[in-house]
């Protein structure tokens, strides 16, 4: 009756351990599905910055040609004219543009979530 008891017993330990190595064996295929999805996630953000860069650069670009194109038909009657307005309308831009990323920043700070403190 006693070895009955103590076989059950380690038979129960050794279930025990099974189970423990099954779950620490699910827990590390997890934790390397969460770091190839991460790594991934990363190289398909880097791409998506590329490409607006490149959308970004070449906006400026055609910006910038399309000004000195508008200077050039006015270069003899009111070229510093036109310069000047050009100048207004994209320091204009700019203050706009910093005054709304300054009120998306503001805002998205006050709806982001609390942080445990200790």
Partial sequence: MME???????????SLRNLGAGLVASV???????SVELHEEKI??????V???AAVFTAMMAIAFASL???????ASARLAVLAGF???YTAALVAI???FRRYLRASRN????????
């Fill in 87 to 89: 100048t207004v309308f």
């Fill in 51 to 53: 490409w607006i860069s």
């Fill in 111 to 118: 709806h982001s979530p609390q942080r445990c403190r200790n």
């Fill in 28 to 34: 590390e295929e997890r934790l390397q599905l969460l």
């Fill in 98 to 100: 910093v005054l709304a």
């Fill in 69 to 75: 194109t508008v200077v050039f038909l006015f270069w």
């Fill in 44 to 49: 398909r953000l880097l791409q998506t910055v």
């Fill in 4 to 14: 009955n008891r103590s076989s059950s017993s380690h038979g129960f330990i050794a």
